[in-house]
């Protein structure tokens, strides 16, 4: 399994971007796929997670504001992010999951490289 992020740039607070992932050797109609993001000197944390019934969870900090989605005839994931704030900047990670917490990075085993984020005031 690969995952591939990008999408990630440079936004104004208030502003938006769509973050995508494309993945090779398995399905995203399938199983569990999330959003991670780890900001400089802080620990990974969860920011989505979407199970192959719909149901899709967020972090408290991004409800309202950021949506997942999953394009299933390109086998990819995306992330609209809307009314950024400079808190949101980070590295952000797509991932598949293994078993375990959803909301806990340890619970994956593919990982996205990572596409920075970076939101100015």
């Known amino acids: 399994v690969q995952l591939q992020a990008s999408g990630g740039g440079l936004a104004q607070a208030g502003g938006s971007l769509r973050l995508s992932c494309a993945v090779s050797?398995?399905?995203?109609?399938?199983?569990?796929l999330a959003w991670f993001r780890q900001a400089p000197g802080k620990e990974r944390e969860f920011v989505t997670f979407s199970r192959s019934d719909g149901n899709t969870y967020y972090a408290d900090s991004v409800k309202g504001r950021f949506t997942f989605s999953r394009d299933n005839a390109k086998n990819t994931v995306s992330l609209q992010m809307n009314s950024l704030k400079p808190e949101d900047t980070a590295i952000y990670y797509c991932?598949?999951?293994?078993?375990?917490?959803?909301?806990?990075?340890?619970?994956?085993?593919?990982w996205g490289q990572g596409t920075q984020v970076t939101v100015s005031s």
């Open positions: 991932a598949s999951y293994a078993s375990g917490v959803y909301y806990v990075p340890g619970s994956y085993n593919y």
């Open positions: 050797g398995r399905t995203v109609n399938s199983g569990v």
